[in-house]
DNA sequence: AACAGTCTTGCAATCCTTTGCATGCCCTTG
DNA sequence: CAAGGGCATGCAAAGGATTGCAAGACTGTT
């Protein structure tokens, strides 16, 4: 049914040998003898078949992307540059969620590894073991992680919370809390070391409010507990925290930024529609996609595992109406006693 | 490098044709042999390849999925549906994007064609012929779209609008605009059509107002527009839109609802985020995609061309806080004149 | 005029799996 | 005891493209 080198051999009156050279190396064919195969192959409307070429190249010209969650904002954008960068080189793209099962990631990466010549892995909670193990078989570029010296595309997360910090210290904060991600987030373990460390240098009072999950949901959960440090300004582990509390302050009548300054992390498109917009930290996730999918395919191309490959990307604090200079002394909790919030 | 049958075989002492039937047709092995080749199999670590596999069988065991923005939360949802429904199936799936492109989307079919056992296609925007002539090649299902006979999953855009205007009527609205999207979209067809109809049956005040790119940028743009259109409320062509003009009309201190209500179509994540919170219609996105799936399977089982199996889901208004009754009468360019827009 | 060297093309093996067919064995039955 | 029928297994072909090697054609040089 589909068309193959015999047909476009047969058309062109040569063999099939001639056939794939044209295509591969025209240079080694005779000018008429290509012009002959190339009009064939057009008018047939040719195309190799890939399982075909795989089969005794060793190459499959598709790459493999595993994802915790499409629909969360940040790895949507990282499959969104994965995808762009790995087209523009003529590759094709296989994508698997976990659903945030991060036990399945490894399956998935074995499941696909021998559909593909390569793999981008975002697996921010898996054990460094199963990543090491998975990268000792199959190639891999790890995104937003470091494990060993596995090639990594990260972003300077201390920046990130130094600039935030620095934000709201300038702003005249004193007291200022971190609503921490997954615990075994390896991207929350970097930022709350970091709160940790600048904080310190910044002489501020910190608050560590505890683990939540990374969406919404987990804000909201959140937000009674921030209300109740004292806090004037809170560091969220990501946007989606963030903008659980902030929908959990409004309800509460906790108004931000008087009462209250929320930070982001990731500055996801939704951060500029709430109101206040949200001060977040840019995290360049199409960029990270990109760059990651860059580092795998110098590595296909260079046929070996070039370990310890990583590239460190900058981040920028977005301000936006969330963030402000408090309103006077005391936390949120002080100037919104019981009788006044609206629960 | 890779462990093929021949290892297998070698390892159990059986021939490489009992090796394979052994892991595709168990029942036609003698027991003993099988748990020799089963062992053997687990100790190496065995997968058969699927280029191999293919080579012979002619099946790929990857679907294929191309959309125009991976990014837009409407396609991200598709997205997840699909991929979740093709990997509990077992199958992997290839994902493009074609970056609003229509005119490439054709292109992005055709080549992953040779690498799946069928596409589910999202092209809103690409023309009838095109589709058609792809469907006569490839196994197809469209999402959110009719072309002919064509297997398709749609939703129920007519009930859809009859909801929100219902809605809307049923607050007092008299003067009602639509938002349209853009001109060659399939699904802005239908729902300017079901909002002439339905408007006209429910002898309501209708004011169709052009057509906008289907982000936020587009509502930005058409916000103004709107408020001197005199309507009382609008239905936005999707959320993304709606999502614009709740922007834009906070920037010029129209206050929803109290001035203008405000429905949008697709209740993505963020529709809930906002505040006002908007009201939407929820249409069943992920379903979609799962469904697409179903339909493709279907067919790639039966191994024929089903044309004419289609199927249009149901959708259900969700109301929130951009909706209420008008607050007097005259549109929002009547109680809000020059001099107090904050431009 | 003959030979060396270059360029072009075809042959054939190879990648790995699947599957129709044949073989050989054993068991059953007349 | 012989023949027939299963059952389990191996053989070999097939699927389509790639590529090392060899052969043939042709150019240019001595």
Chains 1, 2 share one sequence.
Not at 39 to 66: D, E, F, M, W
Not at 156 to 171: E, I, M, T, Y
């Amino acid at each position: 049914m589909a068309v193959s080198a015999r047909d476009v051999a047969r058309m062109a009156g040569v063999s099939v040998s001639t056939v794939s050279r044209t295509l591969a190396r025209p240079d080694q064919v005779a000018p008429e003898t290509r012009d002959k195969v190339v009009a064939a192959a057009r008018a047939l409307g040719y195309r190799a078949n890939p399982a075909a070429r795989s089969l005794i190249t060793g190459q499959t010209g598709t790459l493999g992307l595993v994802v915790p969650d499409l629909e969360n904002p940040y790895f949507t954008s990282v499959t969104k540059g994965v995808q762009k960068r790995a087209q523009a080189a003529g590759y094709a793209l296989l994508v698997a969620d976990s659903d945030e099962h991060s036990g399945q990631e490894a399956e998935l990466v074995r499941n696909m590894a021998s559909r593909v010549d390569g793999t981008v892995l975002c697996s921010p909670r898996a054990s460094d073991d199963v990543i090491a193990g998975l990268a000792q078989e199959f190639r891999l570029v790890l995104v937003n992680r470091r494990v060993g010296d596995i090639p990594a595309i990260t972003v300077d997360n201390a920046d990130g919370v130094r600039q935030a910090l620095h934000h709201l210290r300038a702003l005249g904060h004193g007291r200022v809390a971190y609503v921490g991600g997954p615990r075994d987030s390896w991207s929350h373990g970097e930022r709350l070391a970091a709160f940790r460390s600048i904080g310190a240098e910044l002489d501020l009072d910190l608050v560590e409010l505890g683990n939540f999950r990374p969406y919404v949901s987990g804000g909201v959960a959140a937000a009674d507990i921030l209300i109740a440090s004292g806090a004037t300004a809170v560091l969220a582990y990501n946007d989606l925290l963030a903008l659980g509390l902030l929908e959990r302050l409004r309800q509460r009548g906790v108004r931000v930024p008087e009462d209250l300054s929320v930070v982001g992390v990731d500055n996801v498109p939704v951060a500029a529609l709430t109101s206040p917009a949200l001060t977040s930290v840019e995290v360049p996730r199409m960029e990270s996609g990109r760059a990651a999918v860059d580092l795998l395919l110098a590595e296909v191309r260079e046929g070996v595992h070039t370990a310890g490959a990583t590239q460190d990307l900058s981040v920028q604090l977005v301000v936006r109406g969330s963030t402000g200079t408090p309103a006077a002394a005391g936390g949120a909790a002080v100037r919104h006693p019981a009788g006044v919030v609206t629960t």
